[in-house]
């Protein structure tokens, strides 16, 4: 029987494709990199080395580029139409947040970084108003 | 055809000229040397045909894509072998953002079956089809799915509909 089953089994996978979301989302993810950009400033002020600078400039600019992939899903796939009614800025809170991320990545500026880190904390007053905590982390999130 | 006519009406191309554009399919060499039975992975044919389900492909077809039958083919982006249902052919007209937009004359439309809302309560996320990746250039259909030969429970053909 089990070589008769193994015969009729086909040998190609065909996917009826559809998403798997893990359901897990946390405004932390984008802070922590938007965290580095703050403090790869900091550094970069604080060292005349030209080499150390250019590396902190691409270092900056990789972090800030995961601060805009973060903020995004966040975006598309935690926030639903139904949460736009208890935060009505939603979408105005992300595009600005996003656009403040292309500032610092051309900024040595703290004042930017340090903006970015409180728009980010915006979004994650918004997080929490719509329940974020509770719903998204596995045992809430811990602090 | 419904959609074609108004197509026409709307400034498109005229009724039939489409359908009898050469259209780029892959050889039937080509679709010959491709796999005639496949199992299935994931939900979003659901509930024709469930994960798990093992089909017969016919690569044979003369006359496609046809409206409403399951075809697998290579999907765009990833070359991955995927199964869906043709919702459209070349020079429909499909809904699409505010608007709508008509396919060329090698171009299908492949939806799939479940709807969003039951996947989302079976923990699933949004069906990846023509909604995600756009219109499939008919020469990346590779067969049309027409038996499922197990589970035997379930064994018959894979219907067409409309």
Known sequence: ?143 | MASRSSASDLGGPAAGTLSQMPRRTASLRDRLREPWRVAVTEASMRPAIEPGDWLLVDPTVARWPRRGSVVVFREPDSEELAIKRVAAGPGDRVPYADGYLILGADEAWLLSDAHDAELMAAGLGEPVDSRRYGPVPVELLIGRVWFRYAPIGRIGRIARTR
């Open chain 1, 1 to 143: 029987m089990s070589r008769f089953r193994r015969w009729l089994t086909p040998a190609t996978i065909v996917r009826a494709h559809c998403d798997l979301p893990c359901g897990v989302y946390d405004p932390e993810q984008a802070r922590i990199e938007a965290e580095s950009c703050y403090r790869i400033v900091e550094k970069y002020a604080a060292n005349e080395d030209a080499t150390f600078r250019t590396r902190a400039i691409a270092i900056k600019e990789e972090r800030a580029e995961l601060v805009k992939h973060h903020l995004d899903v966040l975006w598309h796939d935690y926030f639903k139409p139904e949460h736009l009614e208890k935060v009505p800025n939603l979408h105005e809170l992300f595009w600005n947040a996003n656009k403040q991320v292309s500032k610092v990545k051309a900024s040595t500026d703290l004042a930017d970084a340090k903006k970015l880190l409180d728009q980010i904390d915006e979004i994650d007053a918004a997080w929490k108003a719509t329940g974020g905590n509770e719903k998204t982390r596995v045992a809430g999130r811990p602090g």
